[in-house]
């Protein structure tokens, strides 16, 4: 069964302050990963996707790498309006499809000014 | 640019009163579609997803449904709501079969039972 694992749990940070968060999962064969970002009361809001190890992608202040194990997602300089919950998902299901995604339970991260 | 909308927002009912959630997709053909719950503490845990008109497969066996009547449209229903029904529900659509495509939710519908 697939699983994903989110740390920390919460993450406080001062404005400029950067750190990383941490996905990791155990998968039979990786057909991707997901990064979300979710705000209180919202639906998650895509991100990036990583297909295979070594890839790396960034938007703004957010950069997102991925080994054969876990992936990361690099805060750098990060402002009060990154405060958010961030989840990772992996695909699952069979045939190759991406329907049945599988969560982790997501980072808290509070960004303080 | 593909938008989808799930009503209401907010929901609030009496445990054994139905229930009908929607969910529309604008934008794009033939998307696959899905109904989530999101609990505290317990991350997104799916509970439907379809296809196809008319095509729906069940996740979890529970108290709810699923119906999908036009090729954009997701429908989430329950006959007699329980109180373990509470929760934040989150409609999600990707494109079809055949590609490793992200999920794309609405902003979700928080349903309390009383």
């Known amino acids: 069964e697939d699983q994903v694992t989110q740390s920390p749990e919460a993450l406080r940070l001062q404005e400029g302050e950067s750190s990383s968060l941490n996905c990791s999962y155990t998968?039979?064969?990786?057909?991707?990963l997901f990064w979300y970002r979710q705000d209180p009361g919202k639906g998650p809001e895509f991100l990036f996707t990583?297909?295979?190890a070594g890839e790396e992608k960034e938007k703004e202040r957010l950069k997102a790498t991925l080994t054969k194990k876990e992936s990361f997602l690099h805060i750098t300089a990060p402002k009060p309006e990154d405060s958010a919950t961030y989840l990772c998902a992996v695909p699952g299901g069979s045939g190759g499809s991406n329907y049945k995604l599988t969560f982790g339970k997501g980072t808290l991260l509070t960004v303080n000014p | 640019s593909q938008t989808i909308h799930q009503w209401p927002a907010t929901l609030v009912q009496p445990v054994g009163s139905p229930l009908s959630l929607e969910c529309t997709v604008e934008g794009t053909s033939n998307p696959n579609l899905y109904w989530y719950r999101q609990a505290a503490g317990r991350g997104l845990q799916l509970l439907f997803y379809?296809?196809?008109?008319?095509?729906i497969s069940s996740e979890v066996p529970q108290n709810l449904s699923a119906s999908r009547p036009q090729d954009r449209q997701f429908i989430l229903s329950s006959k007699k709501l329980l109180l373990s029904d509470s929760g934040f529900y989150l409609c999600a659509w990707s494109v079809q079969w055949g590609s490793n495509q992200p999920q794309h939710f609405g902003d979700g519908t928080r349903l309390s039972i009383l």
């Open positions: 379809s296809v196809g008109i008319g095509q």
């Open positions: 990583l297909y295979s």
């Open positions: 998968v039979s064969g990786l057909r991707g």
